[in-house]
Every structure is written in C-alpha cells, then in structure tokens.
C-alpha cells in the first residue's frame, strides 16, 4: 500500500505554498516601491523564487501520481501557466537592452500574470490538495 501524506503533511505542503506566494507577493511591492535604477537585485531574487517555487511544486506533481489521476485539467492549467511565467523569467533574464522602461513594463506584466496565476492555485489547486488527501480512496 502506497504511503499517504499525513494531515499535519499536507498543511505543511500547503503552508509552504501559501507562504510562497505571499512572499513573491510582497515582494513585487517592493519593486513597485523601489526607484528604477535599483530594482535589478530585487527582480533578480523575485525571479529566482519563482523559479524555485514552480520547480518544488512541479516536482510535488510528478511525485504524486493522485494529481494526474484526480486533477489533470487544475494541473494541466498549472503547468501551462507555469511554462508562460517561466519563458518571461528567461526573456528577462537573457534582456540585454538599454529601453529599461520596456524591460519594466515587461517585468509588471509577468507580475500581473504571477498574480492571476496564484489566485487559481489557491482557488483551485489547494482544495484540491485537501480533498485528495481527504478522500479514503485519495
């Protein structure tokens, strides 16, 4: 018999998840607070958790096959924004331009959609986390 997360597991798993993105979350705001010409670190580590977090939670799918069998059209959409948000990272990352107005028009487009991305994960993804380590059979 295939080994179960725990209840106390699963808040863990969703904790961290949570505290990801409030953490991305606040961090954007720093941006938007920060003067332009000093944004460049803090792009760098919202970048780098974004990356980190997509690749913990892609890692948490594959790991676990009940996402496949009970969330394939959640994770399905997960996944597809996760390749959208990551091809953003890599253009930002390989950006070589002195237009830093449209670099940073760019960089508050993928917050925006980073943002709608995490409110579906919270809206639909979490629960249904719970209910798969919930259900008897999940």
Same mark, same amino acid.
């Given at each position: 018999m295939e080994r179960r997360p725990t209840p106390q597991e699963?808040?863990?798993i969703i904790k961290i998840m949570k505290n990801d993105h409030r953490h991305i979350l606040?961090?954007?705001q720093v941006y938007l607070g920060t003067e332009a !010409?000093?944004?460049q670190p803090i792009v760098d580590d919202i970048l780098q958790r974004l990356a980190d977090h997509f690749e913990w939670e892609e890692r948490l799918f594959s790991e676990d096959h009940r996402f496949q069998e009970q969330g394939t059209a959640v994770i399905r959409r997960v996944l597809l924004d996760h390749e959208e948000v990551k091809a953003m990272i890599q253009e930002l990352r390989q950006a070589e331009t002195d237009d830093d107005?449209?670099? !940073?028009?760019?960089?508050e487009d993928m917050m925006q959609t980073v943002r709608v991305h995490f409110h579906g994960e919270e809206r639909d993804l979490i629960p249904l986390f719970d209910t798969m380590t919930a259900s008897p059979g999940g």
């Amino acid at each position: 018999m295939e080994r179960r997360p725990t209840p106390q597991e699963t808040a863990d798993i969703i904790k961290i998840m949570k505290n990801d993105h409030r953490h991305i979350l606040a961090l954007f705001q720093v941006y938007l607070g920060t003067e332009a !010409d000093s944004r460049q670190p803090i792009v760098d580590d919202i970048l780098q958790r974004l990356a980190d977090h997509f690749e913990w939670e892609e890692r948490l799918f594959s790991e676990d096959h009940r996402f496949q069998e009970q969330g394939t059209a959640v994770i399905r959409r997960v996944l597809l924004d996760h390749e959208e948000v990551k091809a953003m990272i890599q253009e930002l990352r390989q950006a070589e331009t002195d237009d830093d107005e449209s670099m !940073d028009q760019f960089f508050e487009d993928m917050m925006q959609t980073v943002r709608v991305h995490f409110h579906g994960e919270e809206r639909d993804l979490i629960p249904l986390f719970d209910t798969m380590t919930a259900s008897p059979g999940g």
